[in-house]
């Protein structure tokens, strides 16, 4: 009860640590992508915050592994640099029983972790995609900004207006380009204001005038007009019903075996199942060389959950290509991590060395 006892009390404080570090990490890095994004037009200004956070969101199940994995990996490290290790194996404490204290301080985070990737991840994935639709698809009037050239959404049209109105649905000084194949346009006018027609909204020109050039014919036609509607779009666009693999919900990927589903399907399921595995890693590989400084199993352990991961996409575009089927892939690349973390743990466990493992086969 005592070794229990200690050894989840220093991975739940060092577990903490990790996790407040990672997701204030993440968070800082996300909110630079989003900020980037919302820069290029790909985000709306005002969305930003909500972006980051169902961003980071999604990214707990990966956070939630790696900080289990690093602090297991930190708190082994450390009894061992203390010799702490020595003293539970002297008492009669195998390495193999350090597995049931740390399942028992870390099944709560990896349900967490399961029910992050196969409910959450998808419902995050959806808020952002639905974020992005609708920014996309605002109308062109929707685009302008007072004192600021403003390109439409099918890019051959550029507004500017002079400054802003009491009347959201009204501008003054309106400048409008039009492009097209062959002929290019200039229209200006003193006012403007939205109406809304037979479910289309139509922008309301007065007092003004229109240049058109064409490239086939010289000269430039010169009108002007006391009042000229121009259709802007519909009156309320609606966010696209079809999204991507990631914002599909679990049950709707299982009713849909398409390989690309499949591939989407064995990386939530291998969310959960890695996170398992790293802490049977984390017991099997864990060790102190004292030639190799404090930060050695650190940074052995980082670049094992790297190589883990990238092990991951690498197998989620197989499987989606129709080049592995999904349960092959997950026996293969989750089923032969923990087979190998094992045999690992067992050898360790039993100070198995290669010369007794020789002699045996030979007295077989």
């Given at each position: ?5 200690s050894?989840?009390k ?6 903490g640590?990790t996790l ?9 890095m ?70 049931p ?6 099944w ?17 994935n ?10 996309e698809?605002?109308s ?5 900004a007072?004192?600021?050239?403003q ?5 051959n ?8 109105s ?7 000084n ?7 194949p ?21 922008l ?38 079809e ?28 969310l ?9 890693l ?30 991951m ?13 999904l349960p ?20 360790r ?16």
């Open positions: 009860m005592l070794f229990d006892s050894i989840r220093e991975l739940a404080r060092s577990f640590a407040v570090v990672l997701v204030t990490v993440v968070m800082t996300m909110l630079i992508r989003t900020l980037g994004q919302a820069s290029r037009g790909n985000v709306s200004p005002s969305d930003v915050m909500l972006v980051m956070g169902f961003t980071v969101l999604g990214q707990l199940p990966t956070i939630l592994s790696l900080s289990l994995f690093v602090a297991i990996v930190g708190t082994l490290s450390r009894m061992y640099r203390d010799s702490e290790m020595v003293i539970w194996f002297a008492s009669g404490r195998g390495l193999a029983s350090l597995l204290p740390l399942l028992r301080f870390a709560p985070v990896m349900v967490a972790v399961a029910v992050l990737s196969l409910g959450v991840w998808p419902w995050a959806q808020q952002i995609q639905e974020l992005r639709a609708q920014y698809q605002r062109d009037i929707d685009r302008i007072p004192g600021e050239f390109e439409s959404a099918s890019g049209r550029v507004f500017f207006i002079d400054k802003d009491p009347d959201p649905q009204a501008a003054n309106v400048f409008i380009l039009a492009t097209e062959g002929s290019e346009a200039v229209t200006s006018a003193r006012s403007a204001r939205l109406e809304a027609r037979d479910g289309e909204r139509v309301v020109l007065t007092q003004g005038q229109r240049l058109e050039t064409s490239k086939d014919k010289p000269g430039i036609k010169i009108s002007e007009f006391s009042e000229y509607s121009t259709r802007i779009g519909a009156e309320k666009p609606n966010a696209p019903n999204f991507s693999a990631k914002t599909r919900s679990t049950r709707q990927l299982l009713s849909d075996p398409q390989p690309v589903h499949l591939a989407e399907i064995g990386w939530r399921l291998g959960a199942l890695a996170a398992f595995n790293l802490i049977v984390a017991l099997a590989l864990s060790s102190v060389n004292p030639r190799a400084g404090r930060s050695g199993g650190l940074m052995f352990a980082l670049f094992t959950f790297i190589v883990y991961y990238n092990l996409t690498l197998g989620q575009s197989w499987v989606s290509g129709g080049k592995l089927s092959g892939y997950i026996a293969l690349l989750h089923g032969g991590t923990l087979a190998f973390a094992l045999l690992v743990l067992a050898v466990h039993n100070h198995w060395t290669p010369r007794q493992l020789w002699r045996r086969r030979g007295m077989a």
